[in-house]
């Protein structure tokens, strides 16, 4: 039997809170992409979910509780994804190799992740901070740790610094997005779209993999 | 001779003026620095400086024309250095390399200056975001094109795309300050220091040039 509120048509309370919540975090994620920054005025948020400011404060107890659930609602198995890559049966190097595509596609869905782990991280409560520590940032350093150890034992990578390598990747991915304007005003490019990201994609773990470098040809 | 207020010890009006606007470019950078962030509020870079806030306006404006001096203040010469990288007698791969440690360096000294950039573009009048398009981001893309050009064409370099070089090199830089909080909560690097930053340098000239992918060495 259906719930009381789907036969009339008229929504629970449960249901009107829980879809009141996504409308704002939507609305946010809309914003935030559009105008490739997370520096987006609450007020602005609300018109766009069609709900009161105050809402904000209600469901989520102020503008960083509801940042906060903006980088947790699309990483509730994000450990458990990496730890799985890490337990298949593959050379650390093919790991690496997926872990950068997924990586590429994750930017592309959530493109100011990055922005908005550290806003959180700089900005928000202890409490706050350490959520999004142990969520989001420990699990993807123990994966570099785990997933280099794991390359250089089995002869696919050569010995690199985890960190670095973390820098590195991570920084390519965001800068697909953060460095938005550098495209378009360098390079004639507005927006990211489905071909540019596959082609990055590939251009990163070819990179990554083998470099650009070559000798010179023989005389 | 020295002028006149050098003898007497008094400054000029004019040398107030410019040490009046360099302590305000100066502490806005030590605060950008200090909290890894350019949201940093004028009523502190003012306290900060030992001046009215006032002086804000009365110097540059508005705080837009402030972030934009900031901007431009060390790269009075940036295109002319790019420039003359690109008319080097080396192989392109040499000059990439030497560029990559220029860029690590660079954003030693101005670890906020790709975000300070970005926001000038997506935020400023359209005048002040010229600026910046003209002297900073057209120049590095188009250093791109001509040294993926050169490299392509003498042997040293594998055909790749500019644009996606640039994003991955000028991400990989950024991301060692943008990043800090990953550093910090993720490995438990706090700040990076001459040595990072060097280490750093090398590895993203070898994982550019050479990748750190390897052949599975026989069973």
Known sequence: MKPASRRTGRPR???????ARERLLDAAHELMCERSTIDVPLLEIALRAGLNVALVNYYFGSKDGMLLQMAMRHQSNYAAVLQRLLEADYPG???????????????RRVPYLQRLQHK????????E????AVAL?????????????QGVADGSLKPVDPMHLHITIVGACDMLYSGSASLAHGFGVYGVDDALSAAYSEHLVALVMQGIGREPPPA
């Open 93 to 107: 190097a093919a790991k690496l190799g997926l872990h950068i595509r997924g990586m590429v596609r994750a930017f």
């Open 120 to 127: 959180i991280l700089r900005d928000s409560s202890e409490e």
């Open 129 to 132: 901070a350490r959520q999004v």
């Open 13 to 19: 309370k449960d249901d009107d809170r829980a879809a």
């Open 137 to 149: 940032i420990q699990p993807l350093a123990e994966f570099y740790r785990q997933l280099v150890a």
